[in-house]
């Protein structure tokens, strides 16, 4: 079956801009997260979502950040007014249930702000 | 110190050599400790995972984890060129809404 997939894979955007970063989960899965990967860093959360909602936002990096889900499905991560340091690969993953059940994890969105 | 440590390597090994690749952790709140393979350009894949101390063996892997001294490690035997990849330790308490906390990962080549 297919699996995790976002879009775009790359965007490049000049600094101040918005983006929306888009996730498509594997079908039936509830639960549904975001990373964000850093060069040369580790993989950072940023927030979780069980059905379309998200108990938890304090992970989200500043306010500029938002995130949504439509029910069970696609979920979205925008970034307003886009900074350099926001430049990153931009990671989804989803899972049966929430909890440290195996998460399947999206290829990527890999953000350059210039 | 950072939640999670791992040596980011690169750590070069011949094909068929015995790896070992290990993190360590400084919340004593985490229960689970999951192990991702990155390659490059891709999304990170569980390879296994382990609840509470002890060992895991899922064919040429092996995970370990010592909760007395937060240290966690994954072995790889009998190591092939396919296993060149970064390797990612992510502890976690087990609360979904806690997500999974990754280290910086260790960079593995193994040489044919």
């Known amino acids: 079956g297919a699996g995790v997939s976002q879009s775009p894979s790359n965007k490049v955007t000049e600094k101040g801009k918005d983006v929306e970063l888009r996730c498509d989960p594997i079908?039936?899965?509830?639960?549904l997260y975001w990373y964000r990967q850093r060069l040369g860093q580790g993989l950072e959360f940023l927030i979780y979502f069980q059905g379309n909602s998200a108990p938890d936002k304090s992970g989200l990096p500043s306010d500029r950040f938002s995130a949504e889900r439509t029910g069970e499905s696609v979920s979205t991560l925008t970034i307003q007014r886009t900074q350099q340091e926001d430049s990153a690969v931009y990671l989804c993953?989803?899972?049966?249930?929430?909890?440290?059940?195996?998460?399947?994890f999206g290829p990527g969105t890999r953000l350059t702000v210039t | 110190q950072k939640e999670v440590e791992q040596d980011p390597g690169p750590l070069s090994v011949p094909e068929g050599a015995i790896v070992s690749l290990n993190c360590t952790y400084s919340?004593?709140?985490?229960?689970?400790f999951m192990w991702y393979r990155q390659y490059s350009r891709k999304g990170p894949e569980l390879l296994m995972y382990?609840?509470?101390?002890g060992n895991k063996e899922d064919g040429r892997f092996t995970a370990q984890v010592d909760k007395s001294s937060k240290y966690i490690s994954l072995f790889i035997r009998d190591s092939q060129p396919s296993d060149s990849a970064t390797y990612l330790c992510a502890p976690t308490t087990g609360g979904g809404a806690d997500g999974l906390t990754f280290g910086k990962g260790t960079h593995l080549i193994i040489q044919p």
């Open positions: 919340n004593s709140a985490f229960q689970y």
């Open positions: 382990t609840y509470s101390s």
């Open positions: 079908s039936g899965h509830t639960a």
């Open positions: 993953a989803s899972s049966l249930i929430g909890g440290p059940y195996e998460q399947y």
